[in-house]
């Protein structure tokens, strides 16, 4: 053993490093798990919402549908041009859906690899630290 690694032994350093680690590690794996958590409720929220969406129009639908039946109009274009609106407005929406959830799960992702990139340095400034003192006790003094 070198006189480091005695010393690191000798004073409990080498635990008092490792468990700030391990601590960090495990916080980072629960984040990640409150971030996948997240992402379902969103994903749950979304696809919600998609149903509602497709709900609504189908009750627009019906309306005109039903209105133009009514008053004679079921077979002209205007009635055909209305069914033909609530349908694109319905894709827009779907769409405008799919693209927010997409980019709350971007977000979770970066979210979750800045906290790794923190935990990261945060070790290696650690480290750093104790190699700064063991150098100051064992030869760097002067």
């Known amino acids: 053993m070198s ?7 000798f004073t409990g350093a080498g635990q008092l490093l490792n468990e700030p680690r391990r601590q960090r590690k495990e916080a980072a794996q ?3 798990k409150a971030n996948n958590l997240q992402r ?7 696809q919600r919402e998609k149903r509602k969406a497709i709900r609504e129009a189908r009750a627009v639908r019906s309306s005109i ?5 009514a008053s004679g109009t079921a077979s002209t274009s205007s009635a055909s041009t209305g069914v033909g ?20 799960n971007q977000i ?13 340095a945060g070790e290696i400034e650690a480290v750093r630290g104790l190699g700064i003192q063991a150098a100051s006790i064992f030869g760097g003094g002067g």
Do not use: H, M, Y
């Open 85 to 104: 609106s609530v349908g694109t407005q319905l894709a827009t929406n779907l769409s405008f859906l799919d693209e927010v959830g997409g980019l709350t």
């Open 65 to 69: 549908q039903t209105g133009a039946q």
């Open 3 to 9: 006189d480091v690694e005695d010393a690191l032994s």
């Open 108 to 120: 979770s992702i970066f979210e979750q690899k800045a906290a790794d990139k923190t935990r990261r």
């Open 40 to 46: 379902r409720i969103q994903d749950i929220k979304t």
């Open 30 to 32: 629960e984040q990640k």
